[in-house]
Protein backbone atom coordinates (compact mmCIF):
# COMPACT_ATOMS: atom_id res chain seq x y z
CA UNK A 1 0.00 0.00 0.00
CA UNK A 2 2.48 2.78 0.80
CA UNK A 3 4.39 1.57 -2.19
CA UNK A 4 1.16 2.53 -4.16
CA UNK A 5 0.88 5.35 -2.44
CA UNK A 6 4.42 6.63 -3.39
CA UNK A 7 3.97 5.76 -6.81
CA UNK A 8 1.02 8.04 -7.24
CA UNK A 9 2.80 10.90 -5.48
CA UNK A 10 5.77 10.94 -7.76
CA UNK A 11 3.46 10.11 -10.88
CA UNK A 12 1.33 13.31 -9.87
CA UNK A 13 4.61 15.46 -8.85
CA UNK A 14 6.30 14.77 -11.96
CA UNK A 15 3.07 15.13 -14.07
CA UNK A 16 2.85 18.76 -12.85
CA UNK A 17 6.85 19.36 -12.99
CA UNK A 18 6.92 19.52 -16.63
CA UNK A 19 4.04 22.58 -17.54
CA UNK A 20 5.35 24.54 -13.64
CA UNK A 21 8.71 24.73 -15.38
CA UNK A 22 7.54 26.00 -18.64
CA UNK A 23 5.45 28.85 -16.72
CA UNK A 24 8.28 29.57 -14.31
CA UNK A 25 11.10 29.75 -17.37
CA UNK A 26 8.55 32.49 -19.33
CA UNK A 27 8.26 34.17 -15.96
CA UNK A 28 11.70 34.10 -15.69
CA UNK A 29 12.60 35.69 -19.35
CA UNK A 30 9.65 38.32 -18.76
CA UNK A 31 10.87 39.60 -15.49
CA UNK A 32 14.47 39.37 -16.64
CA UNK A 33 13.65 41.66 -19.69
CA UNK A 34 11.53 43.94 -17.29
CA UNK A 35 13.69 44.14 -14.77
CA UNK A 36 16.65 45.13 -17.58
CA UNK A 37 15.17 47.42 -19.54
CA UNK A 38 12.71 49.08 -16.98
CA UNK A 39 13.63 52.41 -14.57
CA UNK A 40 15.67 51.43 -11.40
CA UNK A 41 12.12 51.74 -9.00
CA UNK A 42 10.03 50.09 -11.13
CA UNK A 43 12.71 47.09 -11.79
CA UNK A 44 12.31 46.07 -7.89
CA UNK A 45 8.78 43.53 -8.47
CA UNK A 46 10.83 42.23 -11.69
CA UNK A 47 13.87 41.42 -9.88
CA UNK A 48 11.80 39.53 -6.99
CA UNK A 49 9.17 37.57 -10.01
CA UNK A 50 12.95 36.54 -11.68
CA UNK A 51 14.14 34.82 -8.43
CA UNK A 52 11.31 33.51 -7.43
CA UNK A 53 10.70 31.78 -11.18
CA UNK A 54 14.59 31.13 -11.43
CA UNK A 55 14.29 29.09 -8.30
CA UNK A 56 11.10 27.10 -9.02
CA UNK A 57 12.42 26.26 -12.53
CA UNK A 58 15.93 25.17 -10.87
CA UNK A 59 13.98 22.81 -8.25
CA UNK A 60 11.69 21.53 -11.44
CA UNK A 61 15.22 21.02 -13.18
CA UNK A 62 16.58 19.12 -9.99
CA UNK A 63 13.67 16.95 -9.47
CA UNK A 64 13.62 15.88 -13.34
CA UNK A 65 17.31 14.86 -13.09
CA UNK A 66 16.60 12.95 -10.06
CA UNK A 67 14.21 11.12 -11.43
CA UNK A 68 16.61 10.20 -14.36
CA UNK A 69 19.02 9.54 -12.10
CA UNK A 70 16.78 7.05 -10.02
CA UNK A 71 15.89 5.17 -13.31
CA UNK A 72 19.24 4.50 -14.59
CA UNK A 73 20.20 3.19 -11.59
CA UNK A 74 17.38 1.18 -11.12
CA UNK A 75 18.10 -0.15 -15.01
CA UNK A 76 21.99 -0.52 -13.97
CA UNK A 77 21.02 -3.23 -10.90
CA UNK A 78 18.52 -4.74 -13.33
CA UNK A 79 21.14 -5.39 -15.99
CA UNK A 80 23.90 -6.95 -13.43
CA UNK A 81 20.98 -8.78 -12.34
CA UNK A 82 19.88 -10.28 -15.25
CA UNK A 83 22.89 -9.70 -18.07
CA UNK A 84 20.80 -7.83 -19.57
CA UNK A 85 21.98 -4.99 -21.53
CA UNK A 86 18.46 -2.26 -20.89
CA UNK A 87 19.16 0.51 -22.54
CA UNK A 88 19.00 4.16 -20.07
CA UNK A 89 18.72 6.17 -22.88
CA UNK A 90 14.85 5.53 -24.19
CA UNK A 91 12.96 5.07 -21.21
CA UNK A 92 9.38 5.11 -22.22
CA UNK A 93 7.32 6.97 -19.31
CA UNK A 94 9.74 9.24 -17.89
CA UNK A 95 9.46 11.35 -16.24
CA UNK A 96 6.56 8.96 -14.20
CA UNK A 97 8.34 7.06 -12.34
CA UNK A 98 7.64 3.88 -13.75
CA UNK A 99 9.16 3.20 -17.25
CA UNK A 100 9.94 0.46 -19.77
CA UNK A 101 13.41 -0.33 -20.81
CA UNK A 102 13.88 -1.94 -23.64
CA UNK A 103 17.15 -4.28 -24.40
CA UNK A 104 17.12 -4.91 -28.44
CA UNK A 105 20.25 -7.07 -27.85
CA UNK A 106 18.55 -9.50 -25.98
CA UNK A 107 14.85 -8.95 -27.06
CA UNK A 108 13.61 -8.18 -23.63
CA UNK A 109 11.91 -4.92 -22.00
CA UNK A 110 11.88 -4.15 -18.24
CA UNK A 111 8.79 -2.27 -16.56
CA UNK A 112 10.41 -0.32 -13.85
CA UNK A 113 9.45 1.55 -11.24
CA UNK A 114 11.86 4.01 -9.88
CA UNK A 115 9.62 4.56 -6.47
CA UNK A 116 9.83 1.08 -5.05
CA UNK A 117 13.05 -0.20 -7.09
CA UNK A 118 11.05 -3.42 -8.35
CA UNK A 119 10.65 -4.33 -12.03
CA UNK A 120 9.39 -6.78 -14.07
CA UNK A 121 11.19 -8.47 -17.03
CA UNK A 122 9.27 -9.70 -20.05
CA UNK A 123 10.38 -11.33 -23.60
CA UNK A 124 9.80 -9.58 -26.89
CA UNK A 125 7.27 -11.96 -27.32
CA UNK A 126 4.75 -10.84 -24.81
CA UNK A 127 4.31 -7.77 -26.78
CA UNK A 128 0.95 -7.54 -28.26
CA UNK A 129 0.35 -4.51 -29.75
CA UNK A 130 1.42 -0.43 -29.14
CA UNK A 131 -0.59 2.47 -30.76
CA UNK A 132 -1.28 6.52 -29.42
CA UNK A 133 -4.86 6.64 -28.02
CA UNK A 134 -6.48 10.03 -27.99
CA UNK A 135 -9.81 11.73 -26.93
CA UNK A 136 -12.01 13.05 -29.30
CA UNK A 137 -13.67 16.10 -27.76
CA UNK A 138 -16.43 18.74 -29.33
CA UNK A 139 -15.73 22.61 -27.78
CA UNK A 140 -17.55 25.35 -28.97
CA UNK A 141 -15.32 28.11 -30.76
CA UNK A 142 -16.81 31.68 -31.47
CA UNK A 143 -17.33 31.99 -35.45
CA UNK A 144 -18.72 35.31 -36.24
CA UNK A 145 -22.08 37.61 -35.23
CA UNK A 146 -26.04 36.60 -35.52
CA UNK A 147 -29.07 38.57 -34.88
CA UNK A 148 -29.61 42.42 -34.05
CA UNK A 149 -30.23 42.12 -30.02
CA UNK A 150 -34.03 43.35 -29.73
CA UNK A 151 -33.92 46.95 -28.68
CA UNK A 152 -29.57 47.54 -28.91
CA UNK A 153 -27.20 48.00 -31.59
CA UNK A 154 -25.44 44.59 -30.46
CA UNK A 155 -25.25 41.59 -32.47
CA UNK A 156 -25.47 38.27 -30.81
CA UNK A 157 -22.42 36.25 -31.13
CA UNK A 158 -22.22 32.04 -33.07
CA UNK A 159 -20.91 29.39 -32.12
CA UNK A 160 -19.54 26.57 -34.24
CA UNK A 161 -19.11 23.35 -32.41
CA UNK A 162 -15.30 21.90 -33.46
CA UNK A 163 -13.83 18.77 -32.68
CA UNK A 164 -10.17 18.46 -31.21
CA UNK A 165 -8.26 15.50 -30.54
CA UNK A 166 -7.14 15.84 -26.68
CA UNK A 167 -5.25 13.04 -24.22
CA UNK A 168 -2.78 11.69 -26.24
CA UNK A 169 -1.11 8.57 -24.63
CA UNK A 170 0.94 5.87 -26.01
CA UNK A 171 -0.64 2.30 -25.34
CA UNK A 172 1.31 -0.68 -25.14
CA UNK A 173 -0.11 -4.19 -24.40
CA UNK A 174 1.45 -7.29 -23.36
CA UNK A 175 0.37 -10.50 -22.63
CA UNK A 176 0.13 -10.29 -18.89
CA UNK A 177 -3.20 -10.87 -16.90
CA UNK A 178 -1.80 -8.60 -13.74
CA UNK A 179 -1.06 -5.32 -16.09
CA UNK A 180 -2.42 -6.42 -19.29
CA UNK A 181 -2.27 -2.19 -20.99
CA UNK A 182 0.06 0.44 -19.70
CA UNK A 183 -0.90 3.72 -20.86
CA UNK A 184 1.76 6.53 -20.84
CA UNK A 185 0.23 9.87 -21.73
CA UNK A 186 2.18 12.33 -23.39
CA UNK A 187 1.87 14.79 -26.38
CA UNK A 188 1.28 13.98 -29.60
CA UNK A 189 4.11 14.86 -31.19
CA UNK A 190 5.60 12.54 -28.30
CA UNK A 191 3.48 9.85 -29.03
CA UNK A 192 3.78 9.80 -32.45
CA UNK A 193 7.85 9.74 -32.28
CA UNK A 194 7.39 6.53 -29.37
CA UNK A 195 4.92 4.79 -32.28
CA UNK A 196 7.98 4.54 -34.90
CA UNK A 197 10.47 3.81 -32.29
CA UNK A 198 8.78 0.92 -30.44
CA UNK A 199 8.35 -0.31 -34.45
CA UNK A 200 12.55 -0.19 -35.01
CA UNK A 201 13.16 -1.82 -31.33
CA UNK A 202 10.45 -4.55 -32.12
CA UNK A 203 10.58 -4.66 -35.71
CA UNK A 204 14.12 -3.45 -36.23
CA UNK A 205 16.03 -6.66 -35.24
CA UNK A 206 19.12 -6.16 -32.68
CA UNK A 207 22.10 -3.80 -32.60
Known sequence: MAGTVRTLGS???????????????????????????????????????????????????????????????????????????????????????????????????AICNASTSTYRVFAFEHVLRWYADWETRTHMQLSGTGDWVQGTHIRSPTFTPVERDEQFALVLEVADPDTPQLVFPMSERNAISWCARLNAIFNGGSS
Open 11 to 109: ALLMAFAPPIGGVALLAAIGAALTWAFAPTREGGGAATVFVISAGVLAAVLWLLARARRRAQRLIAAINTANDLQLDPRHLLGYPSPVVVAFDRMHRHF
